[in-house]
Nanobody, 119 residues
């Protein structure tokens, strides 16, 4: 599975951005996908996850009500709509896909996209 993020950039506080993650390869094996972020000096943290088919979503408390995760299975793309952005949302955002095959589980990561929120 290959993952390519796009949509990051510089935005003022209160603004919006939409991140995209295009998946290719053995996408049929994906069980769930998610967005993670890592700010300088911090560990990578979960932002939001979504199960294959979009049946179940999960959000970090810090983004609930502001961010929305979704997928377009026809386009094999996952999105993160980010509204009411805050300076503390500044980080590199990574796309993640979890797969399973014959009882083994795997994690795939994109290269990351920078999101910078100015105050």
């Amino acid at each position: 599975v290959q993952l390519v993020e796009s949509g990051g950039g510089l935005v003022q506080a209160g603004g919006s951005l939409r991140l995209s993650c295009a998946a290719s390869g053995s996408t049929f094996s994906i069980n769930a996908m998610g967005w993670y972020r890592q700010a300088p000096g911090n560990e990578r943290e979960l932002v939001a996850t979504i199960t294959s088919g979009g049946g179940s979503t999960n959000y970090a408390d810090s983004v609930k009500g502001r961010f929305t995760i979704s997928t377009d299975n026809a386009k094999k793309t996952m999105y993160l709509q980010m509204n009411s952005l805050k300076p503390e949302d500044t980080a590199v955002y990574y796309c993640n896909a979890k797969t399973s095959y014959r009882g083994s589980y795997y994690n795939y990561w994109g290269q990351g996209t920078q999101v910078t929120v100015s105050s």
